[in-house]
């Protein structure tokens, strides 16, 4: 306690507890990315509160609107599968590589782009080209 300059575990029994603040959070560098007519909803709630995130138009997005280049990580092995996470394979000087974003901190907003359950609920096809990986509406995106 530095009111009484005493050296405790816990609170001060005469001076009280330390009254804590907490850091500001800040967003991760793949939410940061995202663009201002998109939102992130909870999809799914998993053990230990994790939660699957998808996105979501908050306008109408035109048909033909291209997003991108997905930013990941180029590697020869997939090192986590989970079926909630966006991984794709890429063709890059005669190889096949994953394009994956194993944290927030390493990827774009894109990465919570989430693969279509049937054929009624694509929204967007995903392409190579010069080396980056894309998105494109095949049709009108409502809120």
């Not at 306690?1 to 005493?6: F, I, M, P, R, V």
């Not at 816990?10 to 939102?39: M, Q």
């Not at 774009?108 to 989430?114: P, Y």
Request: glycine content about 8%.
């Amino acid at each position: 306690c530095e009111d009484c300059g005493k050296s405790l575990v816990g609170e001060c029994k005469l001076h009280g507890p330390l009254i804590r603040a907490k850091d500001r959070v800040i967003p991760s560098r793949a939410r940061l990315t995202l663009p201002h007519y998109l939102t992130l909803r909870v999809l799914e709630l998993r053990a230990g509160n994790q939660q699957i995130l998808g996105v979501f138009a908050k306008k109408v997005i035109q048909k033909r609107t291209q997003f991108g280049p997905y930013v990941g990580q180029l590697s020869t092995k997939l090192t986590r599968y989970d079926e909630s996470r966006l991984v794709l394979q890429v063709l890059k000087d005669g190889g096949k590589y994953f394009l994956d974003t194993p944290d927030e901190e390493c990827g774009n907003w894109m990465m919570f782009v989430r693969l279509a359950r049937n054929q009624e609920e694509q929204t967007l096809v995903a392409y190579q080209h010069c080396g980056e990986v894309y998105f494109t509406t095949v049709k009108v995106i409502k809120p």
